[in-house]
């Protein structure tokens, strides 16, 4: 989506103008279609490598736009947050060693991201989730500065009229209400494109929507967001919610959300697709174009179809259509935007290699899918692979099968050929295609992350815990070890040096009362879980007072008893608070100059967390604070 004139107060006049350029972009399209004009003696692949930025800390970075600007590489791009970078990596014929080129390319462009990186004190990691995003870093602040996202912001709070409702459940609950779309920043992708014969489209598009569900249950690498365990490749249902268009009403309404799997087989033509997302998604933004589609054609020019583009740019399938040009010449394809970033270029590159020896490999009996399979059967898998990735179990061809089972014997097989098919070079079928097998038999990153994670809880505080699992993700990537090979997490690793903020080392495992709760139960709660700070929220869910132990013993002392007081009558209200930003030294400090063992931590007073002097320290002890 191009920077200039992108315009997201859409005036009258150019959301009048742009429609007009949509709709006679949609007839060119379809002209092009009908006379030959569409590429399809060739066939290309193409891929964007999205990857974090980090501090030395290990958190997420605020320097993509000055390392961007020293890269000095047209390959290279902003996206959403100042911590993330985007490789548009060139087009490759399919043929022969294409994959380990791929390979060697994405390894010269990271390494080179890496050095520049380097030299403002970053890193560079390609992951799904970064594991050490908080909720401080989707704040505004974070977003690049740019008219295209600013404008992308405002237009969905816009569509929605109101903030953003997360909620995700998966082994922990994450539910929030958030003012900006940042949290889309965090997911990183892995997106890879294949270039399809006009005349092929729709059996090739549904053919793809088929494998989605199996092709990612091997792929998940994203199973933690803010500390919670969600799902095993959590992108999918954050990215849906995270821009999500809808709103809520008392009427029952059938809305498609703008980040979409479809509710159908695909029929018709590439264009019936295109019609049917400017039909079911609303313009969010739109820009003045000076060429109309149509001239340019009758003048024997290939159109860029720029409205069609950028409305498409909006519309978010997990396989989405694409129209392009390059050398003067109309191509379509389909983009896969599913799979994660990560955990290294090799399984990537693997990742790419099954999904296109799948793609090319498709067995004559699917060129019509709604003869073979249900599609809510096809959506099932793909829903239940985000869930649960490798141990799910999914529905093919009307018959259950394990997600591994369903890999291994029957779409490895068809990938294998595919890729023969398409005169990839044996070595690089063997060694791209052997990792898939190998990573189904053993276990996938997310599967990797969530056991270490779990095991690292077991001896240190979370963000510790986020930590130090960044830095094995760190140091694997950069030693070249396959995913599937990782050894466990070092538990002696040093995790402490990078812990500065309130929010870091924070208690977020509540336990509180309401102001008009009995003081009793207040006690029994503070006796049973071994606490001796108990936050006190109004009605509202605010923090309205503290209760501690040497409080309730103090007012026990001085009247005898707290049978029949309320909550209310003894807490104290005079309260001392920070917030998630505030640094570990100033709460420290704000702790001995009041001479007390703990604060609570609020944002927009809401209680978050809670420090105690106990929690600080660890770090007091190896920071010197």
Not at 150 to 179: C, P, T
Not at 183 to 190: D, R, V
Not at 204 to 224: D, E, F, K, M, R
Not at 551 to 556: A, D
Request: charged share 25%.
């Amino acid at each position: 989506m191009g920077e200039h004139n992108v315009n997201s107060s859409l005036s009258h006049e150019l959301r009048a103008e742009f429609i007009e350029h949509l709709l006679t972009d949609i007839k060119s399209l379809e002209t092009m279609l009908d006379q030959g004009l569409i590429e399809d003696d060739i066939t290309r692949i193409g891929a964007e490598q999205e990857f974090c930025l980090i501090t030395d800390n290990w958190r997420p970075s605020k320097k993509s736009v000055e390392i961007l600007e020293a890269i000095n590489d047209s390959h290279f791009t902003t996206e959403l947050a100042r911590y993330n970078l985007e490789i548009n990596l060139d087009p490759l014929e399919l043929k022969e060693k294409c994959f380990s080129d791929y390979e060697k390319s994405l390894n010269f462009h990271l390494s080179q991201a890496a050095k520049i990186a380097e030299k403002y004190g970053d890193r560079v990691l390609l992951t799904g989730i970064l594991p050490t995003i908080s909720k401080n870093e989707l704040e505004m602040e974070y977003m690049t500065p740019s008219p295209r996202y600013y404008a992308l912001n405002d237009m969905i709070k816009a569509q929605r009229g109101k903030d953003i409702d997360l909620h995700i459940r998966g082994i922990d609950e994450l539910s929030l209400i958030h003012d900006s779309v940042l949290f889309e920043a965090c997911n990183t992708s892995f997106q890879m494109h294949l270039q399809i014969a006009p005349q092929d489209f729709i059996s090739s598009y549904n053919w793809a929507q088929a494998i989605s569900g199996p092709l990612l249950s091997v792929c998940c690498n994203s199973p933690l967001l803010l500390g919670r365990e969600l799902w095993s490749e959590t992108r999918i249902a954050l990215f849906q919610q995270s821009i999500d268009t809808r709103s809520s009403s008392f009427a029952l309404k059938e809305q498609l959300a703008r980040v979409s799997f479809g509710n159908s087989w695909a029929s018709g033509s590439i264009a019936e697709i295109f019609k049917d997302d400017i039909a079911r998604h609303k313009i969010l933004i739109a820009k003045e174009i000076d060429n109309n589609s149509l001239e340019e054609l009758s003048q024997g020019r290939i159109p860029k179809l720029q409205a069609l583009n950028l409305h498409n740019g909006t519309v978010y399938h997990w396989n989405r259509c694409c129209y392009g040009v390059g050398n003067g010449k109309a191509h379509v394809r389909i983009e896969n935007r599913y799979i994660p970033a990560g955990p290294t270029v090799k399984d990537e590159i693997a990742n790419f290699a099954f999904w296109i020896g799948m793609m090319m490999g498709r067995p004559k009996e699917f060129d019509d899918m709604a003869k073979v399979m249900e599609f809510r059967d096809v959506k099932s898998n793909f829903i239940k692979a985000a869930r649960t990735g490798k141990e799910s179990v999914m529905r093919w061809k009307g018959e259950q099968y394990s997600a591994r089972k369903l890999i291994t014997k029957y779409l490895l097989p068809i990938a294998y050929e595919g890729l023969k098919k398409a005169k990839i070079a044996e070595e690089d079928i063997d060694k791209y295609l052997g990792i898939i097998e190998e990573r189904t038999a053993k276990e996938t990153a997310s599967q990797w992350c969530i056991r270490n994670y779990r095991k690292l809880k077991q001896t240190h505080k979370k963000d510790d815990a986020l930590l130090m699992l960044t830095k094995a993700i760190y140091k694997n990537q950069n030693e070249n070890i396959i995913s599937h090979e990782w050894p466990e997490v070092d538990p002696t690793l040093e995790a402490h040096e990078a812990s500065y903020l309130a929010g870091h080392i924070m208690s977020t495992e509540l336990f509180t009362v309401t102001e008009n709760d009995l003081a009793d139960l207040a006690t029994s709660v503070m006796l049973w879980k071994n606490i001796h700070h108990l936050p006190v929220e109004n009605k509202k869910g605010e923090l309205c007072g503290l209760l501690t132990w040497s409080h309730l013993e103090r007012y026990k002392k001085e009247i005898g008893h707290t049978e029949g007081l309320l909550v209310s009558e003894i807490m104290t209200k005079d309260l001392i608070t920070v917030r998630p930003e505030t640094t570990i030294k100033n709460a420290l400090d704000l702790m001995k100059r009041n001479s007390i063992g703990c604060v609570p931590v609020i944002h927009d007073r809401h209680l978050v967390g809670i420090i105690t002097i106990n929690d600080i320290i660890p770090y007091n002890n190896d920071q010197g604070l």
